[in-house]
Nanobody, 120 residues
């Protein structure tokens, strides 16, 4: 009943920038948490940046100062601006959205992910 879709992945050179978007749609009453996670081959999924409570986002240590998350509440959308990209940022980036449906039951949904590759 809730769809989460990511946009904007691709191939970028080291030092470059990329912007990801994520849209949540469906029978949404509220979104209490929304953000970005990533998983590189052979590694566990990790936090990139997310709004988990309130208006102040949390960032993973490896992206602080380089990545910025923002949101458009009216459009149920979050963005991830990634600057100064490094090869170690290469991963599948997943969006997660959680909250309440219009039926007041909880949801916690993941998108299918979008590949980001940083390589020369």
């Amino acid at each position: 009943q809730v769809q989460v879709v990511e946009y904007g992945g691709g191939l970028v050179q080291p030092g470059g920038s990329l912007r990801l978007s994520c849209v949540a749609s469906g029978s949404i009453f509220s979104i209490t948490a929304m953000g970005w996670y990533r998983q590189a081959p052979g590694k566990q999924r990790e936090l990139v940046a997310a709004y988990t409570s309130g208006s102040i986002p949390n960032y993973g240590d490896s992206v602080k100062g380089r990545f910025t998350i923002s949101r458009d509440n009216a459009r149920n959308t979050v963005y991830l601006q990634m600057n100064s990209l490094k090869p170690e940022d290469t991963a599948v980036y997943y969006c997660n959205a959680a909250g309440l449906l219009s039926t007041k039951t909880r949801y916690d949904n993941w998108g299918r992910g979008t590949q980001v590759t940083v390589s020369s």
